[in-house]
């Protein structure tokens, strides 16, 4: 500068323009220092989320819910960071919860370095972009993080194609608006939308492609058609076993029949029903089969995706009504087993009750449950258990 003064001043401070930072370095510590804080490390690629319920039924259902939530989270091999209730008095329309609530959750998301949002309430469209704009995080629902699991876990075409479906609709009506929300809304976890049909795609290819799966689905169902006419024809009993998600179906029908279906500790392991042929004494024998799990709320488009499979349900002789006594929500589980029944026409088929894992509980525990729901009980650890049942079976059929 030309005058004293600017001279004077440039001796005594740093040029701005020369500054000695090492941006980079000071942005890598600093991230480094954040990640300390954090116990879930940066490479760790997973979702982390934050559970949010927000409604006007009474606490203790919101906590009952929550905790099914936290298990499907799970399930989805999302990273469960913290999970938040609201009890309304009523529903804020715009955001479903408080306005000051869900600033609570944004710094407690920062806190915590959430990517994600779960509500355990079904969210309208405007409210997951409403919600993803104010919190700039991935919003999804109930119904989408079951929609995910589903997308995960589905091998057969059958399964892919009922999955896909469902993903579709659940996502036509939400394809409004542009911007980040919507690639946010659209994202699924790790981004696991239906395949290469993800951000950019609009309404109408999305028409298509539903319409164009539709029909393959038809496809798929006559030769299913055929499959179950084969199997009618043969004039063999058939047992399907029903019941809620993880409530060890799978493993039952590996215990009977000494097969290996797919078992993990996960909701929705299985996807396609399995068939086995399970033999009793006399030359007897009848086809057992495997189901897809129940859960309370299951969203409507899976549910009509799924009815396909269930259908073969119709032409079981018996269900085996499958129910994990170790579970403190037994009881909740069973009316929404029987809930879907109703839905699907079922209720009057003949039925056992089984309770499973009452290697889980006392004694005396299963005594007063067995004789309350007038059930058999079975453990998969301890084959002994399984004479009773078969027995039942037996008196059932023939
Ligand atoms: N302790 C104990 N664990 C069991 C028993 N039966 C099943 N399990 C466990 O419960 C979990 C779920 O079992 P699955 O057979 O996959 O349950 P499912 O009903 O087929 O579940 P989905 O297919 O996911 O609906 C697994 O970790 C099993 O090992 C049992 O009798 N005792
Ligand atoms: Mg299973």
Not at 198 to 202: A, G, P, R, T, W
């Given at each position: 500068m030309p005058n004293s003064a600017g001279k004077k001043y440039n001796e005594t401070s740093s040029d701005f323009y020369r500054y000695d930072l090492d941006f980079c370095s000071f942005i890598n510590a600093l991230e480094e220092e954040m990640d300390r804080m954090r116990v879930i490390g940066r490479d760790d690629k997973r979702e982390r989320a934050i559970l949010v319920s927000a409604s006007t039924k009474p606490k203790y259902e919101l906590q009952d819910s929550m905790e099914e939530l936290k298990e499907l989270a799970l399930s989805s091999d999302v990273i469960v960071l913290d999970t938040v209730i609201q009890r309304l008095k009523e529903i804020n329309s715009a955001y479903l919860l408080g306005e000051g609530k869900l600033k609570e959750i944004v710094i407690n998301a920062m806190d915590k370095g959430a990517t994600l949002l779960i509500f355990d309430q079904d969210l309208n469209p405007s409210q997951i972009r409403a919600i993803a704009e104010t919190t700039e995080l991935k919003v999804i629902d109930r119904s989408q993080l079951i929609l995910d699991i589903f997308a995960g876990r589905a091998h057969s075409r059958d399964g892919k194609v009922q999955v896909e479906l469902a993903q579709l609709k659940y996502m036509l009506p939400r394809l409004t608006g542009k911007g980040t929300a919507m690639s946010r809304l659209m994202g699924g976890i790790g981004g696991r939308g239906p395949g290469e049909m993800?951000?950019?795609?609009?309404r109408r290819r999305i028409r298509d492609r539903i319409s164009r799966l539709q029909k393959e689905l038809e496809i798929l169902s006559e030769a299913r058609k055929q499959r179950k006419h084969r199997r009618v024809e043969t004039g063999i009993p058939i047992v399907s076993i029903i019941g809620y998600t993880n409530a060890g179906k799978s493993t039952l029908l590996n215990a009977l029949t000494k097969s290996s279906t797919i078992v993990e500790d996960k909701m929705f392991a299985t996807l396609d029903t399995a068939s086995r042929r399970l033999r009793f004494p006399k030359e007897r024998e009848v086809i057992i089969t495997d189901t897809v799990g129940f859960i309370r709320d299951l969203p409507k488009d899976l549910m009509a995706a799924f009815k396909a499979t269930l259908e073969e349900l119709e032409d079981a002789d018996l269900l085996l009504h499958i129910v994990d006594i170790s579970n403190p929500r037994f009881e909740q589980q069973i009316e929404s087993v029987e809930k879907i029944l109703k839905e699907l026409n079922l209720s009057d088929k003949q039925k056992i009750m089984v309770f499973s894992k009452i290697d889980m509980v006392s004694r005396d525990e299963v005594d007063n449950i067995t004789q309350r729901y007038d059930a058999e009980a079975v453990s998969a650890i301890n084959l002994e258990t399984l004479g009773s049942l078969l027995k039942a079976i037996e008196r059932y059929i023939w």
């Open positions: 993800k951000l950019e795609i609009d």
